[in-house]
């Protein structure tokens, strides 16, 4: 029998698994992490002056939903890495359904735009506060959902980190994005995308080895 086979094995028995509660430890990291980036967003950045417009605008509510979304589906992802034996590819597959839907977005936007205004459609002049500030208000997510992780039992420590990262790199994409005024589909699936697949790179090397048994 493989060492790795043999792991899981032993995982699966019911005195294998870990005294903690993984569903409610990794609940309550997410909503800390939220509740982290949210502030570190307000005191640093503040919230958009336009907020109360922007409330209105279903761009605006297209942005928060698609990060909504990718964020609950990394962090059910990252629940499920911590229990033994269970499978990511199902909630490995839903992850790409927020940017599709703003793929599909994004296509609608460009070809109803003139021609002369499409490329304005992906820039802003944040782009570069966006890149930098998404991976930074997930530094503190990313901590407590490893914490989470710890009290579990994660028998892959890459895909459990990578788990870590979109989780991480949504709910700051999302804290940001009460922050950001630009609304585009195309913007949000470029530049939050970037940042967000930044903040995976960065929290898999740094996080594996703190998931590993």
Known sequence: MKTD???????RQPDALPKAHPARDTA???VAGLGTAFLLMALMLGLRPDLAEAVASPLFWQKIGA???LAVVAGVAA?????PGRSLRSTERLRWAAPAWLAVA????VVSAPA????????????????????LLSVLPA?????ALRRAAPTEPARAARAV??????IGAFAYAFHCQADQPGYVLVWYGLAVVATVALTQATAMRWLRW
């Open 28 to 30: 309550l990291a997410g």
């Open 143 to 147: 901590a407590a959902m490893v914490w």
């Open 5 to 11: 086979d043999l792991i899981t094995l032993l995982a």
């Open 79 to 83: 629940y499920r890495s911590g229990l």
């Open 106 to 109: 994004t296509v609608v936007t």
């Open 165 to 170: 990262g979109w989780t991480a790199g949504a």
């Open 116 to 135: 002369g205004e499409r490329l304005g459609l992906f820039h802003s002049p944040t782009i570069l506060v966006c890149l930098t500030m998404v991976p």
């Open 67 to 69: 990060l909504a979304l």
